[in-house]
C-alpha cells in the first residue's frame, strides 16, 4: 500500500507540476502579447490627422462651414454695398433728366459730359416748408429741423422718408 500511495503522491505531484507549468507558460504567453497580436496595430500610433471622422462630425463640420461662409457673403455683400457706386452712364435716363434743369439747378451739379466731376449739392428745406412729394418723386432732398437732428429725406410719391430708416419725416 505504501508503494500505491507513493505512486498516488508522485501522479498528483506531476498533475500539480504540469498544472503549474502551464499557468507559467499561459502567463509568459500573455505577457509577451503585443496590440497587433489582438487587432488592435493602431492603438497607440494613431496621428489625429489619420483618426476618421464620423458621420454625425462630418455633418456638423460641414453645416459649421455653411454657416461660417452663408456670414462671410453677407458680410462682403453689406461691404460691397457702402461702397458701390455708379457713373452718370450707369443710371439710365440721369444724363438727360439733368439736361432737362433750370440752370440754378444745373450748376449743382458739376458735370463734365457725362460725368460728375464736383460734390452734387441737395436742396436744404424746413419741415413746415417741404416740396410736394407728388411733384419730386423719387427726389432727394435734405432737411435741417427734424427731430433727431438734420437728415437726408427722399420721396416716395406720397410721403418724404429719412433715408436712414424709411420713416417718415416729420
Excluded at 136 to 158: H, K, M, P, Q, W
Amino acid at each position: 500500500m505504501a508503494n500505491s500511495q507513493s505512486v498516488s503522491r508522485v501522479d498528483r505531484l506531476n498533475t500539480a507540476l504540469e498544472v503549474s507549468l502551464a499557468e507559467r507558460r499561459q502567463r509568459r504567453s500573455m505577457e509577451s502579447l503585443t496590440p497587433a497580436d489582438v487587432g488592435l496595430g493602431n492603438v497607440n500610433n494613431t496621428s489625429d490627422q489619420n483618426k476618421p471622422v464620423s458621420t454625425a462630425q462630418a455633418a456638423a463640420i460641414a453645416s459649421a462651414i455653411s454657416a461660417l461662409n452663408q456670414t462671410i457673403t453677407a458680410a462682403l455683400a453689406m461691404k460691397a454695398a457702402l461702397v458701390h457706386g455708379h457713373s452718370i452712364n450707369d443710371i439710365t435716363g440721369l444724363s438727360s433728366a439733368l439736361q432737362g434743369l433750370s440752370d440754378v439747378a444745373a450748376a449743382k451739379v458739376a458735370k463734365a459730359g457725362d460725368t460728375m466731376t464736383g460734390p452734387l449739392v441737395m436742396p436744404t428745406y424746413l419741415k413746415a416748408a417741404l416740396p410736394s412729394v407728388s411733384t419730386y418723386a423719387r427726389s432727394f432732398i435734405y432737411v435741417s429741423d427734424l427731430n433727431g437732428g438734420a437728415e437726408f429725406c427722399f420721396s416716395d410719391g406720397t410721403n418724404w422718408r429719412r433715408i436712414s430708416d424709411r420713416s417718415i419725416a416729420n
